[in-house]
């Protein structure tokens, strides 16, 4: 799925600022080397059942006894980069005790979609949540799980002898292993809201079958009308943009350190600003989606002809698919070999006449390419 119809203002709102918070959900090792990751923030103590409020480890299956559970809290599940062909897809799920979600997040700080929240908001909102003297940090608990455009791209690119896994399937699991993972934590959660995925009924019933136990509710713009997916929504934006940024970094430190080297492989050459900016507004994406104007001159400039991108992109999505496949642009054509050493399919009559090979065929020109005349020369 691409979101291709974004106007200007959204494409600025979608953005990172360029000193956007790095929250600890941002794994940057995994982020650079385009792995998937999931992060947890700490429980705060006042959700904690009494029995394990001192334990740090999470059981994996909570004790739902009644004289186990712990404060009633609320959970919302957002997400933040589904559309985009550049970056990680990050949900996020947020919760906290039933009866402050209104007061603390809507009333007290102002929670909201954050698609509508300027980028320096969602990053002011997330550095307090994970600030350890104020009452978000204290009060309640997140955590977000980080879907590599990389494992995004290859899931949905499998062969269909392993059955593609789409986006859709990919996104339900992150919500399930979420919430499991705030359960297993000991957190006693009653009420669930989603921002759907599809028909919200059908959604609705298909994670209640999953959680019997949780009162689920699944609308459309979720995000805009229950403080807690609001909530979620901002820490997983906020994780996305961090990444992001992680990744910008990563790009201009290689074209920074491809430039010194191509002026001067035995001396330091010192950078001066004039070529920092011009490294700058070479490698710039924007928003990283298809309908921004910097994302898709990007993707031109740096595609390599036999690579593509790196793990900053979703190599399934149409946008990077188009451009590898358009005429002159310069990418090579791979043709996988078939691969001859599949003994469930190999015929009894091959071992007598050689499959169908001739003796003078070129085995190394088969496989690699077709062998080049001297008149190509």
Request: glycine share 8%; hydrophobic share 35%.
């Amino acid at each position: 799925m691409e979101d291709s119809q974004m106007d200007e203002a959204n494409v600025a709102l979608e953005t990172p600022a360029s000193n956007v918070f790095v929250p600890p959900s941002v794994h940057k090792p995994a982020t650079l080397a385009g792995e998937s990751y999931t992060h947890f923030s700490p429980v705060p103590p006042s959700l904690q059942p009494p029995q394990t409020s001192s334990s740090s480890s999470p059981s994996p299956v909570p004790d739902q006894s009644s004289s186990s559970l712990g404060t009633p809290c609320v959970l919302g599940v957002d997400e933040a980069g589904r559309g985009p062909v550049l970056g990680p897809m990050v949900y996020g799920v947020f919760y906290l005790p039933i009866d402050m979600s209104d007061p603390l997040l809507k009333q007290t700080h102002h929670f909201d979609d954050s698609k509508v929240l300027t980028p320096a908001v969602r990053s002011s909102l997330m550095r307090s949540l994970c600030t350890p003297t104020t009452d978000l940090f204290s009060s309640c608990g997140w955590a977000v799980s980080s879907l590599s455009a990389r494992d995004i791209g290859a899931n949905m690119l499998r062969p269909a002898s392993s059955a593609p896994y789409n986006l859709n399937a990919q996104a339900y699991d992150a919500t399930v292993s979420l919430i499991q993972g705030v359960l297993a934590r000991g957190v006693n959660v009653r009420e669930v809201y989603v921002d759907t995925v599809g028909p919200p009924e059908t959604y609705r019933q298909k994670l209640a079958r999953a959680f019997p136990t949780v009162r689920v509710t699944v609308a459309k713009k979720a995000d805009s009308l229950y403080p807690c997916v609001s909530a979620a929504s901002v820490c997983a934006k906020v994780t996305r943009d961090a990444a992001l940024e992680a990744l910008y970094e990563a790009r201009l430190l290689a074209v920074t350190a491809g430039n010194n080297n191509n002026n001067n492989n035995a001396r330091t050459v010192v950078v001066g600003a004039d070529e920092e900016q011009e490294a700058q507004e070479e490698i710039s994406w924007g928003s990283g989606y298809p309908s921004d104007a910097r994302c898709v001159a990007w993707l031109r400039r740096n595609m390599h002809p036999v690579f593509g991108w790196g793990p900053e992109c979703r190599f399934s999505w149409g946008t990077a698919k188009d451009m590898l496949d358009a005429k002159g642009s310069g990418a090579v054509k791979v043709e996988w070999p078939v691969d001859e050493d599949d003994d469930e399919n190999t015929r009894l009559t091959d071992y007598f006449h050689g499959g169908g090979k001739e003796k003078d065929d070129d085995e190394l020109g088969g496989w690699f390419g077709t062998p080049a005349g001297l008149e190509a020369f």
